[in-house]
């Protein structure tokens, strides 16, 4: 690629939040027809740096230019003004609406709507970009990766010429990532421009053309994509080599420890849910369990952690029949659980200390007060033993997500549960609270608990799993070991294109 004026040039960006120098004299540059990956750790400055470029916030010093010409970018009208669209890992649809209406939506200079024409519209923009779209489709009928699309369509229609795409395969099975990056290539041969975030080394290396690496609010380094590797990016992006963790040797994994026995539940409208569900998770093994969101995922955890309630079938932990036990029973059973999200799962104005004590407050109490003394050299050993940067006294909801996750993890697996039930356990993490909280994971399978490992990243599910289940439609169509899985045979089950095993208990009680 020939060098030439940027599409976009940022020169000097600083931008502070109160304390906390979120850019610090940044330097980036795009070029046009350019796939550029943007990599960081959480709070590196990244999305801070693209929120600038698209209008969400204001820089504090420094100069955007776009084309070669002085750019004023003051809100996302005058970024799309500009050509430039952002597609976040939050999708910004109406569900209710059809794709052609939410293409449109907030066109200036459209007070009637020709929904025919319009239709025929995004159709040849749609075909033009390589973008399979209904234009007729509600929004809420669509797939995660469908919904990208008509994101991406939308930026495309404005007349993006530089598409930001934050984790845009966060939440895709693998044929939604391989038709993402045909898009993405067929967009770049048009001359678009792309900014690409993404935590996933390995796609960054694949489809980026050059990689920019950010640490502490500054770039610490750019350079084409050929001339790197994922190891070498995540030394760059937490400034030391990192190992990843690696999974030891099985140990005897024949002692079962948790049970699903035709497990049928509702979901919160009383429809059925979970049809039949059949699973066995012994002791000293990690089984994980894949699926699009929204097959039932989230009510089978629920259901072991004794917040829904079983309509039909058996829940045996170490050979008790728990399957009417509410939340407290089942902790007293050994039952310890990670919720999918971390924020709900804590009191944000409460402090560390107390809640890494939450679930088990009574045990601090002293004549009907709360031993605060004891409160605190109990959050001080958790957090000198789990690596957390927070004091007791913080107030929670001012901690990282990476913090927050294991102050949850501390608060569980102190207890030392035999069933740990944990779901998305490293969403929107970066690589260095991910290697960490998977360290832990393992750590737990040697002392004998049995995991069911709940999780939309396949990467995750095969690094760490002993099998593999996958749900889809509130059944387990299949269960395979780990060693035998790809991506691919995993992908196809989660969209119900394939049955391989022959019913939905084959091998889970193996």
Known sequence: MTQQTPIVSMRGIHKRFGAVLANQGVDFDLQAGEIHALLGENGAGKSTLMRILYGLYRADAGSIAVDGRPALIRSPRDAIALGIGMVTQHF???????????VILG??????????????????????????????????????????????????????????????????????????????MRLKAEGVSVVFISHKLSEVTRIADRVTVMRSGCVVGSMPAAQTSPAELARMIVGQTITSVSKPRQLAADRPMLILDDVWADDDKGAPMLRGISLQVNAGEIVGLAGVAGNGQTELAEL???????????????????????????????????????HASVVGDLTVAENMALEHLNE??????????????????????????????????????????????????????????????????????????????????QRGAAILLISEDLDELLKLADRIAVI???RIVGVMPAETATPERLGLLMVGMSHETGGPDHGAQS
């Open 107 to 184: 066109q200036e200079g459209r007070l009637r709507l020709d929904l025919k024409s319009a239709e025929a519209q995004v159709t040849a923009a749609a075909q033009r970009f390589g973008l399979t779209v209904n234009p007729r489709a509600q929004v809420h009928t669509l797939s995660i990766g469908q919904r990208q699309r008509v994101e991406i369509l939308k930026a495309l229609y404005r007349q993006a010429r530089v598409l930001i795409l934050d984790e845009p395969t966060a939440v895709l099975i693998p044929q939604e990532v391989e038709q993402l990056f045909q898009t993405l």
């Open 304 to 342: 072991i952690e004794g917040t829904r309630a079983c309509r039909r079938g058996r829940i045996l932990v170490d050979g008790a029949d728990v399957t009417r036990a509410g939340p407290a029973r089942m902790m007293q059973a050994g039952v310890g659980r990670i919720p999918e999200d971390r």
């Open 472 to 474: 889809y439609g509130g």
């Open 92 to 102: 910004a649809l109406a569900a209710p609406l059809s794709v052609t209406e939410n």
């Open 364 to 445: 601090f109490g002293r004549h009907g007060f709360l031993d605060r003394a004891r409160l605190r050299r109990h959050a001080e050993q958790l957090i000198a033993e789990y690596q957390i940067k927070a004091r007791p006294e913080d107030r929670i909801r001012t901690l990282s997500g990476g913090n927050m996750q294991k102050v949850i993890l501390a608060r569980v697996l102190e207890r030392r549960p035999r069933v740990i039930v944990v779901s998305q356990p490293t969403r929107g993490l970066d690589i260095r609270a991910t290697e960490y909280i998977h360290g832990k994971l393992l750590d737990q399978r």
